[in-house]
Each structure stands twice: as structure tokens, then as C-alpha cells.
């Protein structure tokens, strides 16, 4: 048996504006700071003690892991960072505010681009303001690796090799693992995790800030399918605002 922490950033200062985020480097909003102190607490209220964390290259998830690790007195342990992790690409999506999408393309195009599995957004251009080429956290990877739209289907793809190279053996080791990420690579880890189908998983939205504990098998396989949120009815809550965003 092990044990995995997810933990969705605290809401970012676009969140908070009702933007199409992406690779785009939000900061935390005051609220969303505010989160991930109360993911920590509820860590450690629930008796949960990572002893190794694993982050996205970003810095709302880079923050959060931060302001819930300080809580929890645990700022000294070891962290390793991947792009693997970071949350899904919006292509030329990325920077547009979620509600006018929705008024200009309609519901169902809206949906199609937000949940579906396999449809990605259009690709940004390279000179967008919004693209990530050139960005020296970047720099390590070849130019055609970065991202310029990606679909659910494609973070799935990219963030697996993570989880099975990465995270796995820490979790191998017997050490309780910290994953600090996004809306959409969390999605896909779930996906992963319990097995959900590529319809199904257009339903499952992740809440900001609220840790989701899994306790895995030897085959690191969740004992209980969909783990359990720390604090499960502020998620629920939380979950169903994310589902209704843009409306
Ligand atoms: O904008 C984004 O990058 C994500 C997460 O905030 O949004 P959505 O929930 O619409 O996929």
C-alpha cells in the first residue's frame, strides 16, 4: 500500500478573471493563496505527511505546493519538477476570456474544446503573445516538444511517462507522494488512476486547493476508486463551480 496526494493549484489570478490559462505562468490570486494554506491544514488535520513532492514547472502550482508545505512545517523536503505535469496546453485559446468564447462559438464548440478527449483548440502562433516558445523554463526541451494546443488525449500521453518513470518508484520506495498540479494533467492522472472512460471523463472536474488522497495497491492501483477529497463537500461545491465556468 501507498500513498498519493493530489492537489489542484489554488485559484489563479486568471481563474479569478475567467480566462483560458494553460501554459500561460499565472500567479495565485489572494483567495488562491488562501487555498492552499487550508490544503495544507487539512493535510495535516487528516494525519497525511508527504515525504516527497512532485510539481509542474509552473508557479501557481509551485506556490501552492509552497504555502501548503509551509503549513504542514514540511518546506524542507525533496521536490522534483516536470512539464509533464503542467496543465494542459489551450492553444490559441490561451489569454481569451471563457464566457465570450462561449457567446462567440456557441455551447457545444465551447464543450468540444474544454472537455472533449480528442479535440484540441486551434494551435497559438509562435509569435503569439501567449505561446510558450522561447520560454527559458522551456529551454531543456527541443522546440517541437513544446506544446501548441493539446487535447485531454494528449496530456494523458505526455504526462504518463512521468507517473510511470518518476512517480511510481517513489511511491515503490513506500514514500507518501505530493503531486502538485493542474485542472487538466490531474484529470488525466484520474483518468489513468480509476480507469475512466474518454466519454466519461468530460464529467469530472477538479477543484482548486482541496488535496485528494488515493491509497494505492502494489500495482499502484487506487484501493478505492476516486480516492477521497479531505474536505469532500467543499469539493463538491468547489467542482460543480468549475464544471459551470464561462456560463
Ligand atoms: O484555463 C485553464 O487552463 C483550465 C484550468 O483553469 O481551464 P478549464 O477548467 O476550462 O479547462
Redesign the pocket.
Known amino acids: 500500500m501507498s500513498t498519493l496526494v493530489l492537489l489542484r493549484h489554488g485559484e489563479?489570478e486568471?481563474?479569478a478573471k475567467g480566462?483560458?490559462?494553460?501554459?500561460?505562468d499565472a500567479g495565485l490570486s489572494a483567495k488562491g493563496e488562501e487555498e492552499a494554506r487550508r490544503g495544507g491544514r487539512l493535510l495535516v488535520e487528516a494525519g497525511v505527511r508527504p515525504d516527497t513532492v512532485h510539481t509542474s514547472l509552473l508557479t501557481r502550482a509551485i506556490q501552492t505546493a509552497n504555502l501548503a508545505l509551509g503549513v504542514a512545517d514540511l518546506l524542507w523536503l525533496p521536490v522534483t519538477r516536470s512539464w509533464r505535469l503542467n496543465?494542459?496546453h489551450?492553444g490559441a485559446?490561451?489569454g481569451k476570456d471563457?464566457a465570450q468564447t462561449r457567446a462567440e462559438f456557441g455551447d457545444e464548440q465551447f464543450m468540444l474544446w474544454?472537455?472533449s478527449y480528442d479535440v484540441p483548440p486551434p494551435p497559438i502562433a509562435d509569435d503569439d503573445e501567449f505561446s510558450q516558445v522561447g520560454d527559458a523554463r522551456y529551454g531543456h526541451m527541443p522546440s517541437e516538444l513544446v506544446p501548441r494546443s493539446e487535447c485531454l488525449k494528449d496530456v494523458v500521453q505526455r504526462m504518463l511517462p512521468y507517473w510511470f518513470d518518476r512517480i511510481v518508484p517513489d511511491l515503490a520506495a513506500g514514500r507518501t507522494v505530493l503531486v502538485a498540479a493542474?485542472?487538466?494533467s490531474l484529470?488525466a492522472l484520474v483518468k489513468h488512476l480509476d480507469g475512466i472512460g474518454d466519454d466519461e471523463i468530460a464529467g469530472l472536474?477538479i477543484p482548486?486547493g482541496i488535496p485528494l488522497v488515493y491509497e494505492l495497491d502494489g500495482d499502484f492501483h487506487p484501493v478505492a476508486k476516486g480516492g477521497r477529497y479531505l474536505d469532500p463537500d467543499a469539493a463538491a461545491a468547489a467542482a460543480e463551480a468549475?464544471a459551470n465556468?464561462?456560463r
Open positions: 489563479s486568471w481563474n480566462l483560458f490559462t494553460g501554459w500561460v496543465e494542459r489551450y485559446l490561451q471563457k474544454r472537455r493542474h485542472g487538466n484529470r472536474n482548486t468549475v465556468q464561462g
